[in-house]
């Protein structure tokens, strides 16, 4: 019986974790859609690296630049694609 309950416990936090991490991206996505580079910056790991649209990458401080994400149109299509 007690390998039944473990299972269903670790079943249970497996989707609450799930469900976490589909609410931050929902956030994430408002957060670029609204172009709020704040809510972004709170979401985004201090290491993260991402590829930019001329395939280099780069790191968050890099994207925020002084503080300022740019939320250009070239952007927004690129990263659609």
């Not at 497996?14 to 957060?31: F, G, I, W």
């Not at 790991?45 to 780069?58: A, E, G, Q, R």
């Amino acid at each position: 019986m007690l390998w039944g309950q473990t299972t269903t416990v670790a079943k249970s936090i497996d989707q609450e974790a799930e469900k976490e991490l589909r609410r931050l991206n929902d956030e994430e996505v408002q957060s670029f859609l609204q172009k709020d580079p704040d809510g972004m910056a709170r979401l985004w790991s201090d290491d993260l690296v991402v590829t930019n649209p001329l395939n280099k990458f780069v790191t968050k401080q890099a994207v925020f630049g002084n503080g300022q994400i740019g939320f250009s149109r070239d952007y927004f299509l690129y990263s659609k694609h």
